[in-house]
């Protein structure tokens, strides 16, 4: 990969110079937030959270910090919060000056919370390596660890994931990856993706889907009964856009000229006009794919949207 491509996914600001392929090892990888993913509100809110539980906990050491990423790395505040946290001393010196000396307090800090958390290392989403190279999601995911099983009740934002691109230096150079990392969970319905109530239609028994393909089959025929036509096959009938134009036609007083259409289509064109007046009743939110591909769930969905719409 180019350095130019890389200033540009990365958008570093200037005079910030990308990783050169020598500062990774081979098959070595390293994380980077893009601005947009720093900025992000919810993960400025989060670090905000953290950092003054942080503060509130060790203020009789008189110990502040400003900066999660900056200020964790050496295993020092860790070490105090840990004590405190978990009410127990641990073997390690209190002042490591030295790299060595500094990995080694965090590694047996990293030890004692690992074990407090039942965690084996392999779990964990934090290593001696990432906190001590200021990976700030590592050092992030190991907080958010502490404060929910020490202070269950700290009230940490919901839901905060941030884009992550990952560079890795192959055989062929350097190459990237975007994934988002999710640092903290759903925590209420109001949070929660909304469920398709079609989706949990078509879960049901088939004897129960039956039924209600059965009901919109009648209710479509109901409809279609004045124009001399009716509907026998859900799965299929719909596919070609004709049968769904007549029915919207019917349901929302209007009909559609013949020659925007043709009653015995060759082509997609038919369901390109139906996505077009769906949109325009604000009724669908989906492409034509679906319905093209003679999908029930689309279908289903369509003729729902539309008898709520129209009249009964």
């Known amino acids: 990969m180019e350095l130019e491509s890389l200033y540009d ?4 600001p200037k005079g910030v110079e990308p990783p050169a392929e020598e500062m ?28 003054e539980w942080i503060n509130t906990t060790l203020l009789p050491e008189h110990i502040v ?3 999660l990423e900056e200020d964790m790395f050496d295993g020092l505040i860790l070490h105090h919060l840990f004590q405190r946290l978990a009410a127990l001393k641990l073997e390690a010196e209190d002042i490591a000056l030295t790299a060595a000396s500094q990995k080694h307090k965090l590694t047996v800090v990293l030890e004692a919370v690992n074990r407090s958390l039942q965690l084996e290392e392999r779990q964990a989403k934090w290593s001696v390596e990432t906190i001590f190279n200021k990976d700030l999601l590592s ?16 009230s940490l934002p919901t839901n905060v994931q941030v884009e992550v691109i990952t560079i890795e230096s192959t055989k062929s150079g350097l190459k990237s990856e975007k994934s988002v990392e999710q640092l903290t969970e759903y925590s209420t319905d109001k949070d929660q993706p909304p469920k398709d109530v079609f989706d949990e239609l078509f879960k049901l ?7 209600v393909k059965e009901a919109i089959v009648n209710f479509v025929n109901q409809k279609l009964d004045r124009l001399g036509l009716s509907v026998q096959n859900l799965d299929t009938q719909f596919a070609d856009g004709v049968i769904l134009l007549l029915l919207i036609g019917q349901l929302e007083g209007f009909f559609l000229h013949l020659k925007e259409f043709y009653l015995t289509p060759n082509s997609p064109a038919e369901m390109e006009c139906v996505i077009e ?12 794919q679906p319905l093209l591909k003679e999908d029930l769930h689309a279908s289903s969905q369509v003729v729902t949207f539309s008898r709520l719409r129209g009249r009964w």
Request: charged share 25%.
């Open 9 to 12: 996914l990365l958008q570093l």
């Open 24 to 51: 990774l090892s081979q098959g070595g990888k390293k994380r980077y937030l893009p601005p947009t993913s720093r900025k992000d509100p919810k993960f400025e809110e989060l670090q905000k959270v953290l950092m």
């Open 65 to 67: 910090v400003r900066s």
């Open 139 to 154: 050092t992030l995911h190991l907080l958010v660890a502490l404060a929910k099983r020490f202070q269950p009740n700290l």
């Open 205 to 211: 028994a088939p004897e129960k889907v039956n039924a």
């Open 277 to 288: 007046v769906l949109r325009g009743r604000q009724l669908r939110r989906a492409g034509t």
